[in-house]
């Protein structure tokens, strides 16, 4: 396979084999739409980005000036010093106008712990009897401790990110304005600096709230409401806080230019790029101007992301919190403002035509320009990362094959008609080991779907843990790869009573899908093999035979779902549809409350504990 100078390659082997070359109309597409002159391919020289560890050659010969991170400046011929601490420095020739960025990474990420079990979780569904209509921080931080008291190691949750600030409210957690912050719909409100004060003032709102939770359908837009009143309430009161100056001080730009951008999104509504011309950079002197006018407005966003992070902190000091990082953002948002310079906003990132979805994925997310995100520095991808990895104890890294490759559809066209991009794995992979390092945080690549040769081996050796799902899977699960996070299921396929009792298959095929009713019988038959259980056995003794026999996996970490755990019918996703059916919308049929009761919880925490992994159950 070949590859151009902006990263566009010659074609890719399809889902049966076949060898689909890129046609030159996609290609021709895919460079207008990273504005790519085809006569000046994007210079290497200086290369913008290096790698470097102790002692290593220099990547050109010379005298060079190394400036590290720290500040210090050191002058360098031939090779790299014997004690170059980990992180980003700069390489500059004598008199040169351009430096080159040096990573200098570890070569592993940190390590997971060794034959641990946790809980993967819809946060927004996981409600307790306080919460106001969805799953919050507060529910979080006791999830956490009812993880660890069963012996539990980890709980996976999906992406916090913050969607538009409008309504309707994005359901969908891989569609966020911004990857770097968090939806204020996480919020506990009675946990807020000040709440306690005025709580017969905001016991209305609290009542509203607690109400929503009569409903399975989770309604964001009613939540968002009551949120923003209380919150709106209780900012007015609000005199001040060290540790919110510091918080500020600490995401600096970042943090001002995503309030300013909730901000005019507010007074603007969606799609940035129809917003007056003023108004549709972040540098912009308008910008500055629509700060200084809605200085306070700009100042409650700020806040929000800080009691944001004062409680997702207690929640992860409860349990150790693996995030999961969605692969892209929202063009209209807040990340597409911020870093439209290095994107590609016309085209979209998805999948090729395979043999479950024959017209192939559009995800409707804007790509990074390999070159340009490469002449940046990655500061994109960085940013990201660490405001991902704060506080978490592990993080996920949804398609983790983005790192390598991702597949573009050109503006207008469909994905059949697609292609797929290559970016600089090694340097990307360099960053996500520095990343983590820092945040003291092991990393796991949902790297399920197609998969090119090599990902995988290069993924092991940069310790980046494999998914495997037992759907997925042929090979029995003792003999799943150590360097793997191991489940039943995903949010995105049927949970065990779904795939048990045909209820996944008639709730497709009465919204209108195309289920593969012969594979979903045989993942049942091979389900009933592997728990040496009758097709007639009930659901509880599938689910806990299930996970016994996950229990002894090869893999490092094991994970349940909380459905899995409720026994629930419907899986949080259905890929493919939009209304047809309440996806991220559904929660628990159960509160907290029921679920620490409830004995199907305590008898996988049983079945994992007995497979090798945690401690036992503490009652």
């Known amino acids: 396979m070949q590859t151009d100078a902006w990263g566009i390659t010659s074609g890719y082997r399809d889902a049966r084999g076949a060898w689909r070359a890129t046609p030159a109309h996609t290609r021709a597409a895919l460079r207008e739409a990273m504005d790519a002159d085809p006569a000046a391919p994007p210079a290497d020289d200086p290369p913008p980005v290096a790698l470097g ?71 927004y569904a996981a409600r307790s009897s306080a919460s106001w209509g969805i799953g919050d921080l507060a529910d979080l931080e006791r999830l956490g401790r009812w993880t660890a008291d069963l012996g539990g190691a980890v709980v996976l949750v999906n992406p916090l990110t913050a969607p538009l600030p409008v309504l309707p409210q994005e359901p969908s957690p891989y ?139 207690r929640a992860a000091a409860a349990c150790p919190v693996m995030l999961d990082l969605p692969i892209g953002f929202d063009a209209d948002g807040a990340d597409a403002w911020a870093f439209q310079d290095v994107l590609a906003l016309g085209a979209r990132i998805g999948a090729p035509p395979d043999r479950y979805n024959a017209a192939g994925q559009d995800w409707g997310l804007p790509p990074f320009v390999p070159h340009r995100l490469r002449a940046a520095g990655y500061a994109p991808l960085v940013h990201t990362l660490r405001a991902a990895l704060r506080h978490a104890g592990a993080l996920r890294v949804d398609h983790v094959m983005g790192l390598f490759r991702l597949f573009w559809i050109p503006p207008g066209l469909p994905p059949a008609q697609g292609a797929y991009v290559r970016y600089r794995p090694e340097e990307m992979l360099a960053v996500l ?97 592997l728990t040496g259980l009758s097709l007639d056995a009930p659901v509880p003794a599938v689910i806990e035979r299930a996970h016994a026999a996950l229990a002894p996996a090869g893999s490092t970490v094991v994970t349940a779902t909380l459905e899995d755990a409720l026994g629930v019918v419907e899986r949080p996703n259905m890929p493919g549809t939009v209304e047809q059916w309440p996806n991220w919308s559904l929660a628990l049929p159960e509160p907290l409350e029921a679920l620490e009761r409830h004995p199907l919880p305590r008898a996988i925490a049983r079945a994992f504990a007995a497979g090798g992994r945690g401690g036992p159950a503490r009652t």
Do not use: M
């Open 433 to 529: 080991a520095i990343e983590a390092q820092r945040a003291g945080a092991w990393i796991v690549g949902e790297d399920l779907g197609t998969v090119e040769d090599g990902v995988r081996q290069t993924l092991a050796a940069h310790r980046v843990l494999s998914y495997r799902c037992l759907w997925f899977e042929e090979d029995p699960p003792a003999r799943f790869p150590e360097l793997s996070l191991a489940s039943v299921t995903t949010h995105d396929l049927p949970t065990v009573a779904g795939l048990w009792t045909g209820a996944d298959v008639e709730a497709q095929q009465k919204i209108g899908l195309a289920p593969n009713v012969a594979a979903l019988e045989a993942t049942r038959a091979r389900l009933a093999g």
């Open 175 to 313: 569609c966020p304005s911004s990857r770097r912050f968090r939806s204020l719909l996480y919020l506990r409100i009675e946990d807020v600096p000040g709440a306690r004060d005025v709580a017969a003032g905001l016991e209305s709102l609290a009542a509203a709230g607690r109400a929503l939770g009569a409903e399975r359908r989770i309604d964001r837009d009613a939540v968002f409401r009551l949120k923003n009143e209380a919150l709106g309430r209780l900012f007015a009161r609000f005199g001040g806080d060290a540790r919110f100056e510091a918080y500020r001080r600490e995401h600096g730009a970042a943090l001002r230019d995503f309030a300013t951008f909730t901000a005019l999104a507010e007074h603007h509504g969606t799609g940035w790029s129809r917003w007056p011309a003023e108004h549709r950079r972040p540098d912009a002197a308008g910008v500055e101007a629509f700060r200084r006018e809605r200085a306070e407005r700009v100042r409650f966003h700020e806040w929000v992301q800080w009691l944001l992070d004062e409680q997702f902190a």
């Open 53 to 123: 560890a102790p002692g290593d050659a220099l990547p050109a010969p010379g005298r060079f000036e190394l400036r590290l991170e720290d500040g210090r400046v050191l002058d360098v011929e031939r090779r790299l010093p014997a004690d170059l601490p980990v992180g980003y420095h700069h390489l500059w020739r004598p008199g040169a106008d351009v430096g080159t960025l040096l990573l200098s990474a570890p070569r592993r990420c940190p390590a997971p712990p060794a034959r641990a079990w946790g809980w993967a979780a819809q946060l």
